[in-house]
């Protein structure tokens, strides 16, 4: 078997879009003449596409980044690069750009769902011929198709957001690690790269939402309208949080929130800033619409018992007023709720 056979089918026998991403780079980087690839996220910062490094080869190793992304000192403005901004705005397939004698550049947007997020930038030493580019366009698309069923896979059908099975599987992995074991730069080992670590202020946190009085709707006008009102609660959710965010629907009317690596402050002002979206969006037929939500540090305790608590943070503010954000430990701190003691699997109250 070829090495680029070789390749494709480790490539397409990975579950995950990170381990993904490594194989279809460490593939193109073996092709000869290659100085340099990477994944790049396309983000929104300030009205204006940015780009900024994901995922490179340095020293022999993989780092994935995960910085956040508004802070990130490599981050680009997309107007530097005319040539990828042009391809994008025409929503092209590829773009080219000599940097210098010696050094030409290629950009492989990957469109998902009619929309952009990231990029693979291959920069080689001379120009990209014909034959060269039908190999790397064939392998481009096989990565591309690929990520298309994995992303088909872990998406809710009506919203578009990531589904419950994504979450457990993601969440999984990531409860109860500190900012800086799941968010920084990672190697394929597991080990920190150390120039990337957040702030000790900073946390990760979970959030659940519930949409207020919702069976009303449904009841009085009808599901279609029902199904609407999940749509844009969906779209809002996804202008409210940041693009290295996790949104997911749990299915009915309710949603979960990961709000990646940011302070405490910050987790009240930006879930308070979705809640008065929606209460202010004008629903059609339907009128106004409120949420509730619940959330919690995940930087302790096993999944369950931090969606657990969430999720008492969440009906507290429903039996309590509604339309309101609460925070778990101030409800503890305040005598409103009590914490439940965990005893392996059982929980004493």
Not at 8 to 26: C, F, Y
Not at 280 to 298: A, D, E, K, R
Not at 319 to 331: F, P
Request: with cysteine; aromatic share 8%; charged share 25%.
């Amino acid at each position: 078997m070829s090495p680029i056979l070789q390749n494709l089918v480790e490539m397409t026998g990975h579950r995950d879009h990170l381990r993904l991403e490594v194989s279809v780079l460490s593939t193109l980087q073996e092709l000869a003449g290659i100085l340099d690839v990477r994944a790049l996220e396309v983000f929104s910062c300030d009205g204006a596409l940015h780009v900024r490094p994901r995922t490179w080869l340095e020293n022999g190793r993989w780092l994935t980044g995960a910085m956040e992304a508004v802070h990130d000192p490599h981050r680009t403005p997309l107007s530097e690069l005319p040539e990828l901004q042009e391809c994008i705005a025409r929503h092209g397939d590829s773009a080219k750009s000599m940097l210098s004698k010696g050094r030409y550049r290629l950009w492989l947007p990957v469109w998902m769902q009619d929309k952009v997020t990231s990029c693979l930038e291959i920069t080689q030493s001379r120009p990209f011929s014909a034959q060269k580019l039908s190999v790397i366009t064939g392998i481009f698309q096989v990565y591309q198709n690929y990520q298309s069923l994995l992303d088909y896979s872990e998406r809710d059908a009506l919203t578009g957001l990531l589904n419950r099975k994504t979450f457990d599987e993601q969440f999984a992995r990531q409860a109860g690690s500190a900012p800086s074991e799941t968010l920084p730069r990672l190697r394929p080992d597991g080990s920190i790269d150390p120039r990337a670590l957040p702030t000790a202020s900073t946390q990760h946190w979970l959030a659940v939402v519930d949409i207020d009085h919702f069976k009303l709707v449904n009841d009085r006008f009808g599901h279609l309208y029902g199904d609407e009102v999940l749509i844009l609660v969906a779209n809002i959710l996804r202008n409210s949080f940041r693009s290295h965010d996790r949104i997911f629907r749990f299915g009915g009317e309710e949603f979960v929130v990961l709000l990646r690596s940011t302070t405490l402050e910050t987790a009240h002002r930006v879930f308070n800033r979705f809640r008065t979206a929606v209460e202010s969006y004008p629903f059609p037929q339907v009128g106004q619409i409120t949420v509730s939500l619940g959330f919690v540090s995940t930087d302790t305790g096993a999944p369950v018992e931090i969606l657990g608590k969430a999720d008492q943070a969440l009906y507290f503010a429903k039996e309590n007023g509604r339309n309101r954000v609460c925070y778990y430990d101030d409800l503890i701190s305040s005598g409103d709720l009590t914490a439940k003691i965990s005893n392996d699997e059982v929980e004493l109250f």
